[in-house]
């Protein structure tokens, strides 16, 4: 199963939509822990703000490190085009000049 399929030309575009994505991935984010600091509120009893605080510890932890991960892919794509054509640069360069 192929999930992103990316030619050089594309990896521009492709580490950009990919931010994109995530920036609504950071803002589901912020609205989750919005609203269970409204749980909190709501309830306010000992067992919510366990229950709350122990989602907002250990899910939206792991959640901002999923934002984070896809944002290091992203910017990878983003920054990788222009290392692909200094390579491509140099290696007909030196085939260049060896008359291959």
């Known amino acids: 199963m192929e999930l992103v399929r990316v030619t050089k030309s594309d990896l521009l ?3 950009n939509e ?5 920036e609504d991935i950071k803002k589901n984010i912020g609205d989750i822990t919005t609203k269970l600091e ?3 509120e709501a309830w306010k009893s000992p067992g919510s ?3 709350v605080n122990a989602l907002l510890d ?3 932890y792991d959640l901002n490190k999923l934002s984070e991960a896809i944002e ?3 910017n990878f794509l983003k920054y990788v085009y222009p290392t ?5 640069r140099t290696y007909k360069s030196k085939i260049d000049s ?3």
């Open 13 to 15: 575009n492709t580490g």
């Open 72 to 74: 290091d892919y992203a």
């Open 98 to 100: 060896i008359g291959v």
């Open 84 to 88: 692909y054509d200094e390579v491509e």
């Open 58 to 60: 250990d899910y939206l």
């Open 49 to 51: 703000r366990r229950f």
């Open 38 to 40: 409204g749980v909190n």
């Open 18 to 22: 990919i931010s994109e994505i995530n």
